[in-house]
């Protein structure tokens, strides 16, 4: 599946009737999670009265999906699983299941954080953080932040995007957006801005909320944006981070932290051809075990894979090594 070249369309011509949504390669897809979003692959052009005018296709640049395109290569994928697979220079979609079925994205969220964050501030923003860091969930990844400590967010994305920590997610909230709910605002604006239509974010570390969700096609138009800022592309690589930082009065805080993923510790082998240079992980109990990255082939041609609520973090990576196994075949 491919995407058409980029034009202008007046938004009496894309206006088919309200209950059909329109992909960027003409085709129709049945139902949306917000029904006052109804284009998926348009951003509409509004002027100062609030009147739409132009429906600008934005999908010249990206892949378009219009249904599933599935492998007998991947027959055994479990019913529960959606995943898809991008080709990033030829445009093309070369897997995808249930791609926009609504799924918790868990600490994906992450990536439209980091996103919102980048594109807000400059790395040398120095963030302080509130009580309001504080989580009192043993089982939450955390940095163990407290009140009064200080960072940049260059510091507070490493973190953020190789440890996953929800602590630090609030922080950069917070502090980027002036308060945690402007900060949601922001990312979900920016959600609608690059056609994510079946995304909405109660939260900036992807806690479980029934109303914070998105799709396996969301995230990688998320994550595709988010690949365009070189700072995500290096930090998504690492497999381990040392920083110090401050507490409240100035002393010394330093921390070491791991990757969350697993191919960037090598615990994961990829398939042969195929290097990863970096991903988001994302797991909860309601969302399953989720996963986004950036792959190359042998020729250095680029990848996006997805693959989300799988059933155990055993079948997230084997589902993702029989995806990537079909760079090259499809």
Request: a negative charge; glycine letters at 6%; proline letters at 2%.
């Amino acid at each position: 599946m491919k995407c058409t070249s980029k034009r202008f369309f007046s938004l009496l011509g894309v206006c088919l009737a309200g209950s059909i949504l329109l992909t960027g390669c003409g085709s129709a897809l049945e139902g949306t999670f917000q029904d006052h979003f109804n284009y998926s692959n348009f951003n509409f052009l509004i002027d100062e009265s609030g009147s739409a005018e132009v429906a600008d296709p934005f999908a010249s640049e990206i892949c378009v999906i219009d249904g599933d395109n599935l492998s007998e290569n991947l027959s055994d994928i479990a019913d529960t699983t959606s995943a898809a697979l991008f080709d990033l220079n030829r445009r093309e979609v070369l897997y995808a299941k249930d791609a926009f079925a609504q799924v918790y994205p868990a600490s994906l969220t992450k990536v439209m954080t980091a996103l919102v964050a980048l594109e807000s501030a400059s790395l040398d923003t120095v963030l302080t953080a509130s009580s309001n860091v504080y989580m009192s969930d043993a089982d939450a990844q955390r940095a163990g932040l407290e009140a009064g400590d200080t960072m940049t967010l260059d510091q507070a994305l490493h973190l953020l995007l190789i440890h996953s920590d929800n602590d630090v997610a609030i922080l950069i909230a917070e502090n980027i957006g002036g308060s945690t709910d402007q900060f949601i605002q922001m990312m979900n604006k920016e959600a609608v801005r690059l056609g994510a239509t079946r995304t909405n974010f109660i939260n900036s570390n992807g806690l479980t909320d029934e109303n914070h969700y998105t799709t396996v096609y969301d995230m990688y138009l998320i994550f595709n944006e988010a690949m365009q800022f070189q700072s995500f592309q290096e930090t998504i690589a690492m497999s381990t981070y040392t920083t110090v930082y401050h507490d409240k009065n100035g002393a010394d805080k330093e921390i070491t932290v791991n990757s969350t993923n697993s191919y960037n510790m090598s615990y994961i082998t990829p398939p042969t051809g195929v290097t990863v240079i970096g991903g988001k992980t994302g797991t909860t109990t309601a969302a399953g075990h989720n996963l986004i990255l950036y792959v190359r082939d042998s020729s250095g041609n680029p990848y996006i894979a997805v693959v989300m609520k799988a059933i155990d973090n055993d079948s997230c990576y084997q589902t993702m090594n029989e995806l990537l196994g079909l760079i090259g075949k499809e």
